[in-house]
């Protein structure tokens, strides 16, 4: 059984950084996709930045590239998501999915956020002052 669980997140001011991490087990394979998720109130659910573990390619919204930086240990079967110059629109719940099959990340980490496999129970990230 796959379990993703977040941690890192909290009350950052503007301008500030946060990293999240998501600790991944049960997969039965080392290849996969792995990815953030955001939801913000009021707003529909998006992707943010996701890894495939085959190639190491990452994707990343335009709203964080350059701010942003996803990462994977494999030793530790930890993927992170560093995040630096957060604005109070990052402000989201932030959800650590995987997909089993890394072919599709791309398109279901920036398009079809419901075709991820598995996901992690969120963890809230707030960027006010």
């Not at 964080?64 to 990462?71: A, D, L, P, Q, W």
Request: hydrophobic fraction near 30%.
């Amino acid at each position: 059984q796959v379990q993703l669980v977040e941690s890192g997140g909290g009350l950052v001011q503007p301008g500030g950084s946060l990293r999240l991490s998501c600790a991944a087990s049960g997969f039965t394979s080392d290849y996969y996709g792995i990815g953030w998720f955001r939801k913000a109130p009021g707003k529909e659910r998006e992707g943010v930045s996701c890894i495939s573990t085959s190639d190491g390619s990452t994707y990343y919204a335009d709203s964080v590239k350059g701010r942003f930086t996803i990462s994977r240990d494999n030793a530790k079967n930890t993927m992170y998501l560093q995040m630096n110059s957060l604005k109070p629109e990052d402000t989201a719940v932030y959800y650590c999915a995987a997909l089993l099959d890394p072919y599709y990340l791309q398109h279901r980490c920036m398009f079809w956020s419901d075709g991820m496999d598995y996901w992690g129970k969120g963890i809230l990230v707030t960027v006010s002052s």
